[in-house]
């Protein structure tokens, strides 16, 4: 408690608003985490999808395959992900590192951001101290 009481006025609004900012950020980062497409895993599962689960690695097609066409969801999503997924667990994998380096994205966005207003509030408190604190011109000079 001894710490709360050294902070000034707009530390404590900062640490106020960094909490509540970084709650939302967590918020933001869960609800936008990957969910699992059942489109996806059962095209990983079916027989006829066996020579989209075989491409190499670094072979991503250049092309996305046409709605409807067989296979779509899988197509679509080494398209779009640009990684190959031979199994559920290879999704699954991917789908976490999907997940975390956007949450770790946005973690980095809010220390850039909370640490820029730490910044600005600083200055503008030295500033204050500065302009506060000059004189003008003595009387007899």
């Known amino acids: 408690m001894h710490m709360f009481q050294r902070l000034n006025a707009w530390q404590k609004f900062w640490g106020l608003f960094a909490i509540v900012f970084l709650i939302s950020t967590l918020v933001l980062a869960v609800s936008t985490w990957p969910r699992r497409d059942p489109d996806v895993v059962a095209d990983l599962r079916a027989p006829k999808c066996s020579s989209w689960r075989e491409i190499e690695e670094g072979q991503i097609?250049?092309?996305?395959?046409?709605?409807?066409q067989p296979c779509y969801a899988l197509g679509q999503f080494l398209f779009h992900e640009r990684t190959v997924v031979r199994s559920e667990s290879d999704y699954d994998?991917?789908?976490f590192r999907v997940g975390v380096r956007k949450s770790l994205t946005?973690?980095?966005i809010w220390a850039g951001f909370m640490?820029?207003?730490y910044v600005l509030g600083v200055a503008g408190?030295?500033?204050k101290k500065v302009l506060?604190?000059?004189k003008g011109?003595?009387?007899g000079q």
């Open 137 to 139: 011109p003595q009387a």
């Open 125 to 127: 408190v030295g500033a």
């Open 115 to 117: 640490g820029s207003i």
């Open 61 to 68: 097609p250049v092309f996305q395959p046409e709605p409807g």
């Open 93 to 95: 994998r991917a789908r």
């Open 106 to 108: 946005f973690l980095a």
């Open 132 to 134: 506060v604190g000059r």
